[in-house]
């Protein structure tokens, strides 16, 4: 289930209550029940912005590159680097 939401401040919008509640990370059942919860939303709220929880807060990252690493036995790492250039990104391997 999902959350109600109290504030909306992060988005600008209005908010409603859901009068639902979700536990996040909590095991579920299946993809289909997932998947359910969200066509039940979309029916609930048609036509309007789903409500955040009034919890929600954050900042925002805009990377301009990203490093993935991936360890190996042999020490040929795998490393992956991820920079911006204009509106794309370009992936490029590093030496480990």
Known sequence: ?????TSSALVGSSSSQT?????S????ESRGELERAV???ERTHAGRELPLPGAW?????APESIEFWQQRRDRLHDRLHYRRDGG????ERLAP
């Open 1 to 5: 289930m999902l959350w109600p939401a």
């Open 19 to 23: 009068g639902r509640r979700t536990v």
């Open 25 to 28: 990370s909590r095991a579920i």
């Open 39 to 41: 066509a039940d939303l």
């Open 57 to 61: 807060g954050g900042f925002r990252l």
């Open 88 to 91: 794309a990104w370009v992936i």
